[in-house]
Every structure is written in C-alpha cells, then in structure tokens.
C-alpha cells in the first residue's frame, strides 16, 4: 500500500479509538496511524479495538490498541482505581478485550 494512502486510512482509525478512549477517560492523545511489515512498506494500523495497561511510577496508562499491539491511543496516568473503573466500564459497555503483549507507543 502506499504511504499516503496507508497513512489516510490509519489516521481514520486512530480518530475512532481516540473519540472512544476519551468517551471513558476524559481526554486521549492520537498515538501510531501505521506500522511496517516484514517488507518495509507501511501499513495502516488494524481496525479492532483492544484495551491495554501500562504501569508505571507515576499511575497507568490505558491505550487503545490493535491485535498486533500497535497503539491507536492512549490516555495518562490514573491512580489504580481510576484505572480500574475506566477499565471496567470499557469491558461492559463496549465488549472489549485485553491484549497482552508487547506493545508499540510513539516514542
């Protein structure tokens, strides 16, 4: 796929998991539209939604990610029962699975 092209669709996507995330957390910044494959062309990142946390020494963080781990968007730092009922409502109202793995944030 060529870049612009990959690039479009991607950015699309990233805009639904950021509206999303920051439907139950309040606010959530854009984080990667594409990724590489195996042959050096760029991809845009997958359409599914999974939900995964980060812990680190200031709080979680709570991403929106595809089910390669590329991260569409994240939101940052809650105390671990925010997290919690950021998380919980994100499981009942939207079905949303977990993923765990490793997981690919814009540096």
């Known amino acids: 796929m060529q870049y612009f092209t990959a690039l479009k669709i991607g950015e699309k ?10 439907r139950y957390t309040g606010t959530a910044m854009p984080a990667l539209a594409l990724k590489d494959n195996k042959d050096n062309k760029w991809e845009p990142v997958g359409e599914e939604n999974l939900y995964a ?20 968007a994240i939101a940052q730092w809650f105390a671990e029962d925010t997290k919690n009922q950021i998380i919980e409502k994100i499981k ?9 793995g490793k997981l690919s944030l814009p540096i």
């Open 53 to 72: 946390v980060v812990k680190e020494p200031g709080g979680y963080m709570i991403a929106l990610c595809d089910s390669k781990g590329v991260a569409k």
């Open 92 to 100: 009942s109202e939207q079905n949303m699975q977990e993923y765990f």
């Open 13 to 22: 996507r990233v805009k639904v998991a950021q509206d999303l995330l920051a």
